[in-house]
């Protein structure tokens, strides 16, 4: 049997959203995960966004009630409150409340509109919520952690205000100070190894555990407020490695630096998963490289990245309760590769079960060629990182200029 027959053996068509959710609900049978990860392989391609809001009707039906995306945590709440309701112009809510220029890609206003339609007229309960899960850095920039340590500041009581936390202004500096984009490529130009970056990191672990330790007084009157507290805490201590590892000249520099925004990542997507766990489970939709399970890589100007993702750092929490389906699309791509072959086998879009993908592929199978910039193919090994993957073949791969 060729692999091409194998493959269209196992694989299942999903042209239309019918489909895709009777491919879904074959996936989920007998168990319904706490947090579904779609991926894709690059930003900006028009069809990757556009399945997500397909599968996202689809899961609602079954219960979802959240989704999030790699964008601003704090950023994405103001899509949350447009979307649940509020007073809003829907121009400036894609501008402010995506990071990343993210609200210029095709399909996430037809995303936002579709929210703000489906959850008029029903209850908080039943309405589905928007979610951010990034860190608020930039490719080559972090911002300085002012921001969350003010807020954590004032949402403690004064009596509970950690001492260290007396001096912040000093300690902060300009702002410029520690958004320097050369910082990214050359660890001497980052505020990163300072004595005034050290002793803020006492200062954010001082206000982490003032805020955990007043938790059984100050979450139950305020539960909405002490989760945002909780989450600017994370973001102080997250940003504060992040801006540490900067500043150090280590061959594996980017790899650390890619793994630490990993964790505040994975931080965030465990807190939404704990806030959302009474409603219902939740939609995850990113890049590929930062929910699959397996190592992941990416070339960083001379040097090969390579850590551990998001999804792999949940997927050690959640266990069985996370799944992920990856995607990928060439339909130009050469024989004998993953996207050859996967191509071979259908003309629209197909979902394939990861495990039996796997099997049907000879162990000569290599790895297409990019169909541009930023798109990182799917290998044969990543494969065993995910529990399905859906292949676009009817796309021209172009990408929108989201970032203009």
Do not use: C
């Amino acid at each position: 049997m060729s692999t091409t027959t194998a493959l269209r053996g196992i694989g299942r068509e999903i042209g239309d959203a019918a489909s895709l959710g009777r491919a879904v609900d074959e996936l989920l049978a007998g168990a319904e995960p706490a947090l579904l990860a779609l991926g894709e392989p690059t930003h900006g391609i028009r069809a990757f966004p556009l399945l997500r809001n397909e599968l996202l009707a689809h899961l609602v039906e079954r219960g979802y009630r959240s989704i999030s995306l790699e964008i601003d945590a704090f950023a994405a709440s103001v899509v949350d409150d447009y979307v649940t309701g509020g007073a809003g112009d829907p121009d400036e809510v894609l501008k402010t409340g995506f990071s990343h220029w993210f609200g210029h890609v095709p399909g996430n206003r037809e995303l936002v509109e579709w929210l703000r339609e489906h959850n008029a007229g029903r209850a908080p309960q039943d309405q589905v919520r928007f979610h951010g899960f990034d860190a608020p850095t930039e490719t080559t920039s972090a911002p300085s952690p002012r921001r969350a340590l003010t807020a954590v500041i004032d949402y403690l009581p004064p009596a509970l205000r950690p001492a260290s936390s007396h001096d912040l202004d000093a300690l902060l500096g300009e702002d410029d100070d520690w958004t320097n984009e050369q910082a990214m490529y050359d660890a001497a130009a980052s505020i990163g190894g300072s004595d005034r970056a050290r002793a803020l990191r006492i200062v954010a672990d001082d206000l982490a555990s003032a805020l955990h330790r007043a938790a059984p007084v100050l979450q139950p009157a305020d539960p909405a407020g002490y989760r945002l507290a909780a989450a600017y805490a994370r973001t102080a201590v997250g940003l504060l490695r992040y801006h540490a590892a900067m500043a150090f000249a280590a061959p594996d520099r980017f790899g650390t630096l890619l793994s630490l925004r990993a964790e505040m990542m994975a931080d965030n997507l465990l807190a939404m998963v704990d806030e959302e766990r009474h409603r219902g489970p939740s939609l995850v939709f990113a890049h590929n490289v930062h929910l699959q399970r397996v190592p992941s890589t990416m070339q960083m100007g001379p040097e090969d990245a390579t850590w551990g993702s998001a999804g792999a750092l949940v997927a050690l929490t959640l266990g069985e309760r996370y799944v992920f389906v990856a995607t990928d699309a060439n339909p130009q791509a050469e024989p004998g590769t993953l996207q050859g072959e996967l191509a071979a086998a259908t003309t629209r879009r197909a979902f394939f079960p990861a495990p039996a993908l796997r099997a049907a592929l000879p162990a000569s199978t290599g790895t297409g060629e990019p169909i541009l910039p930023g798109h990182l193919p799917l290998s044969p090994a990543q494969v065993d990182g995910a529990d399905a993957v859906i292949f676009v073949a009817d796309t021209d791969g172009q990408r929108v200029e989201y970032w203009r």
